[in-house]
Nanobody, 126 residues
Framework: QVQLVESGGGSVQVGGSLRLSCAAS????????MAWFRQAPGKEREGVTA????????WYADSVKGRFTISQDNAKNTLYLQMNSLRPDDTAMYYC???????????????????WGQGTQVTVSS
């Protein structure tokens, strides 16, 4: 089992920044990918970014490329999401996820991930 706890959400104005954290505990070695997803009201959950925990290889959704950065601190078992130049359409509940993904699968597909945090709300206002 892996437990994930997100923090760092909040309200920010357009153009502002936030850093989300996801503290992982338990059998974290059982996962090879960690990711951030988000879900806005009335919309499906979408993949934002993912990282291969061993190689550090990353993937970003086109909508956040150049603005968001995923990183990990293995010593602290913590995943981060630095969000800059925030826009109103970034408003959503953000979820941290972890899973053991097979080679070649899409890292932005939520069903590939086994473990999920409870989410942290990000609200961007103009």
């Amino acid at each position: 089992q892996v437990q994930l706890v997100e923090s760092g959400g909040g309200s920010v104005q357009v153009g502002g920044s936030l850093r989300l954290s996801c503290a992982a505990s338990g059998y974290t070695y059982s996962s090879n990918y960690m990711a951030w997803f988000r879900q806005a009201p009335g919309k499906e959950r979408e993949g934002v970014t993912a990282i291969h925990t061993k190689s550090g290889s990353t993937w970003y959704a086109d909508s956040v490329k150049g603005r968001f950065t995923i990183s990990q601190d293995n010593a602290k078992n913590t995943l981060y999401l630095q969000m800059n130049s925030l826009r109103p359409d970034d408003t959503a509940m953000y979820y941290c996820a972890a899973g053991l993904l097979r080679s070649g699968v899409r890292v932005d597909r939520d069903r590939e991930y086994t473990y999920w945090g409870q989410g942290t709300q990000v609200t961007v206002s103009s």
